[in-house]
């Protein structure tokens, strides 16, 4: 998508190193950062330079291209591949891209290793991008039949940032809106800020001004009475990790948001492409809740009135914070899910029937 109308993707590959935006410093400044090593692709993802469940998921597959730039050896690669797991442990996106590359590659030649390497990360990323224009496609089915009655325009609530600046291109949660946009349908968004990190107020929104799409930032308490006063037409939000039974891990205040939208009748969507389904566990209790820095909470970011990057305490202290990033939203509360095979119930059944 674009900024200052030219097109980006999150991350590529050239002259031997991995490039990426630098999502700390958005919106504020606008950087391209070379990621050389494995140590800095594993840093990116901790600090959150990448972030969202597909782009770190792209970002650990090119991780291990350059551990193979960087030395072409099995126990390095092996150590590489675990110290990438263990970075970020929610989104299952992660793991996923580490053991498809290791599959790939177990067996393989030290002369052959790089090509193979990264083809498949270029494939994993490509892959990201079909999926989520498929998930557009798919989601835009659902704006077009709110759109047939109700002529004004169409207010969806998302969370986070399940955007482009989240994938590799499009987004999960904002495809259907991007695709909808393109078609003339005329939406807006309701962006909950997303504290403690700001990712709707700091990355969302951004995008969408970026493509033109009118959007409003609120505070993340705001959604419940705008449910209730009946402006807010549906939610879509995009997952970390989503069970096969239907239950979906994603961003903290996602569960409240699907509370709230149970209660007041508006369809609840999650968008997600298949790398994000966990298969292997069925009780929601075994996904690793990642527990991050107090700092995160108890000081802000933003620009003072010289545009200079400054962070500030906002709590005493000798306040103690617990910082949960994700939580659960049970599978009942979910309308339905948003893929790139199609729309489902958030089910065992429903997802079986789309992947097989
Ligand atoms: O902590 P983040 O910013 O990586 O969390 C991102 C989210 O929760 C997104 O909603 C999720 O990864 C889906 S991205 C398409």
Redesign the pocket.
Known sequence: MRIENKAYRTIWFEDNLVKIIDQTKLPHQFIIKDLKTIKDAINAIKT?EV??????GATAAYGLVLSIIEKNDLSFLKKSSENLIAS?P??I?LKWAVDRMMKKLSGVNEKDILKIALDEAKAIAEEDVSF?KSIGLNGLKIIEEISRKKKDTINILT?????WL??IDW???TSPIYHAHQKGIKVHVWVDE?RP?N?GAN?TSYELNEEGIPNTVITDNAGGILMQRGEVDMCI????RTLSNGDVC??IG?YLKALSAKDNNVPFYV???SS?IDWSIKDHKQIPI?ERNSEELSHVEGVDENDKIKKVRIYPQKSKSLNL??DVTPAKLVTGLITEKGICEASEKGLKGLFK
Request: net charge positive; hydrophobic share 35%; aromatic share 2%.
């Open positions: 959150m972030r969202g469940a597909p782009l770190i970020r929610t989104a996106n989520c969370h986070c940032n399940a955007g989240a994938t987004g999960t949660a997303t990190r990712q990355l939000v995009g997952t970390d994603n961003k996602t968008a997600l492409p994000t990642e990033a994700f």
